[in-house]
């Protein structure tokens, strides 16, 4: 068979609330505020389950997961990437790579790299050189109350 590639590329945001645990990437972290929203609220994972799914055409996070049915309410969005990387490798997909960029005033990620890079790699069944954690902080964009995510799946087989 003839080697294919697809690209997939997802895109999130969430608001800052206090009184909310903040899950990054599969990951709880000590920080004062947490993102609202549905399910835990993580705006990098709900970014790469698109980006997966983009890639394979099959719909949105909210196609598979959707907001309003009281299941999902709590969910871990681990559950999510992990329904999203299986139905790839059940068409036959390997994730060649995964680049990612987090736009958010805090918490400072520097720090947090190497662990969302490997969480992320984890739930996705590779290894951490595959995965990019990147991270901006939103000057000029007002969005200081929110978190915003990308990402961009390579994906390959044959
Ligand atoms: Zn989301």
């Known amino acids: ?3 294919e590639i697809r690209i997939g590329a997802g895109w999130d945001s969430h608001a800052f609330a206090p009184g909310v645990r903040l899950w990054l990437g599969g990951i709880e ?3 004062p505020q947490g993102l609202a929203g549905h399910s835990d609220g ?8 698109d980006a997966l799914l983009g890639a394979i055409g099959e719909g949105d996070i909210g196609t598979h997961f ?3 049915d009281a299941k999902w309410r709590n969910a871990r969005s681990s559950v999510f990437v992990r329904h999203a990387a299986q139905l790839a490798r059940g068409e036959g ?4 790579n995964l680049d990612t960029t987090l736009i ?3 918490p400072r990620i520097g720090p947090l790299r190497e662990a969302l ?3 992320v790699a984890g739930l996705l069944g590779i290894e951490g050189g595959r995965v990019s954690i990147k991270a901006k902080t939103p000057e000029g964009l ?6 915003i995510a990308q990402a961009t799946v390579l994906l390959q087989r044959g």
């Not at 007002?142 to 978190?147: I, K, P, R």
Request: hydrophobic share 40%; charged share 25%; with cysteine.
């Open 142 to 147: 007002g969005t200081a109350g929110a978190a």
């Open 66 to 68: 959707p907001p309003d």
């Open 42 to 49: 993580d705006v990098l994972l709900h970014a790469v389950c």
């Open 93 to 96: 997909w390997e994730i060649a």
């Open 1 to 3: 068979m003839k080697p």
């Open 104 to 106: 958010l005033e805090q």
């Open 29 to 31: 972290i000590e920080h």
């Open 117 to 119: 890079r490997e969480s």
